[in-house]
């Protein structure tokens, strides 16, 4: 089965720093969805785009849905420690029901 | 509201021994899902269910069974238990009206196979 691949796969920044990450597949999405997950937490939604080049902001968050429909961004701007986390990507295809594909991960680790 | 709820939150099982994973949710949400979860790796679908009585088959199906006989409750069945399914399990649920709509995620069940 498809995975999305992330990168990085980790990251370790100091506070205040901006944070970039991406998502990119081999096959085309009609939905960029991403998700954070706390330490022992189940995933949270943070960010949903629909269209393609879109851009959606959510705070200190902003996301984007790439133009080929293949690959999607996530910036965080001035992290602060509650931005530690693992960062994922879901793909979602029209016809697929409710059927995300996610991504590998993205870890993210603050120095205060 | 409770959201997602998700029992255990931890097991170890031996090799062979089976055990059925809890889910249950308060959203009256139609569509439910379990994944799992492996050490640096996303979230793999397991199985999926679109209401009470309809359940389907996902990525990573096998050793694992389920039912849905209510719109709150969609229990995952491991009956042999073996060590590849060490892993951390997450169940899920949307409401959806035919697009794609915000899964709501439980804690998980950390299990451990040995």
């Known amino acids: 089965g498809q995975q999305l691949n992330q990168s990085p796969q980790s990251m370790f920044i100091q506070e205040g720093e901006d944070v970039s990450m991406n998502c990119t597949s081999s096959?085309?999405?009609?939905?960029w969805l991403w998700y954070k997950q706390d330490p022992g937490e189940g995933p949270v939604l943070l960010i949903a785009?629909?269209?393609?080049?879109e851009l959606t902001s959510n705070g200190r968050l902003t996301a984007q849905f790439g133009i080929t429909r293949k690959d999607s961004f996530l910036n965080i701007s001035a992290s602060i420690p509650s931005d530690v986390g693992i960062y994922f990507c879901?793909?979602?295809?029209?016809?697929?029901?409710?059927?995300?594909?996610f991504g590998t991960g993205t870890q993210l680790k603050v120095e205060l | 509201n409770a959201g997602v709820t998700q029992t255990p939150k931890f097991r170890i099982l031996k090799i062979g021994q089976s055990m059925t994973l809890q889910c249950t949710q308060d959203?009256?949400?139609?569509?439910m899902y379990w994944y799992r979860q492996d050490p640096g790796m996303g979230l793999k679908l397991i199985y999926y269910s679109v209401g009470a009585g309809i359940t389907d088959k996902g990525e990573v199906p096998n050793g694992y069974n389920v039912s849905r006989s209510t719109t709150e409750d969609f229990p995952l069945r491991l009956e042999l238990a073996a060590p590849s399914q060490t892993s951390v399990y997450f169940c899920a649920s949307s409401r959806t009206s035919g697009s794609i709509d915000e899964q709501f995620f439980g804690p998980g069940t950390r299990l451990t196979v040995l």
């Open positions: 785009l629909y269209k393609a080049g």
């Open positions: 879901a793909g979602h295809r029209t016809g697929g029901g409710n059927k995300l594909t």
């Open positions: 959203m009256n949400h139609n569509y």
């Open positions: 096959s085309i999405f009609n939905t």
